[in-house]
């Protein structure tokens, strides 16, 4: 895909780790897990990749083994939305926007090219990448109409029972055309459960603008696992090394 950067977002701490150092530095086989973010975004085809660090960033700049990556500070940790908004400087004004996690070291260049077709084929302005899973607990649901078409996202905490009882869970990651992303990130609030500024909640601004939002479903949810301890961890590793066989 042409014109395509990538936002990785990278600043959180990861308390579950029980560690000092920043969660995206821990390491499967040697690499840094932000490192396979980075691989599956340039094996995708984007041409810049930007991270939104925060804590101990200065370990992260050290330690990744991609040197040619724009870095944005976070200072306080208000939200995905708010990170996003503090590259806004790096998203330039056209073209098409990745935003993908430092700590899912299992997202692949395949998937993420799978997600660009589909986005592309459809007329999308933003592709949610989405997957169904047989327990949701936790995660943000896509919610539907009664015709498979997508209506919106809403976090666990923010959502009814009916909304609950959806499988298919919004992965995080995203292909936005850049220019609805940037006037979507103006309108966002913190007005949820949480106080943040959340991304999905562009969805729905960009939406009511009457663009396509959609979402691409994986029937598998293996490449959007996220890392959040070290039992995690070591399950992704083992994930990576079966891969590598």
Known sequence: ?????AVILAAGKGTRMKSDLPKVVHTIEGKCLVDY???????????????VVGYKYEIVHERIAHKNVTFVLQEQQLGTGHAVKCASDFLGESG???ILFGDTPLITAETLRRLCDYHERHGNAVT??????????????????QNGLFAKSVEHKDASEKERASHEINSGMYLFDTRALREALEQITPNNAQGE?????TLTII???GLKVDAFALENAEDITGVNDKEQLKAAAEVIRRRQR
Do not use: F, H, Q, W
């Open 37 to 51: 973010a980075i691989d599956a975004a340039i094996g995708a085809g984007a041409e810049e990749i930007c991270l």
């Open 1 to 5: 895909m042409k014109d395509l950067k």
């Open 197 to 201: 500024y959340y991304l999905p909640d």
């Open 96 to 98: 098409r926007t990745m």
């Open 207 to 209: 939406k009511e603008k």
């Open 128 to 145: 949610v990448l989405s997957a169904l899973v047989d327990n949701p607990d936790g995660y943000g649901r896509i919610i539907r109409d």
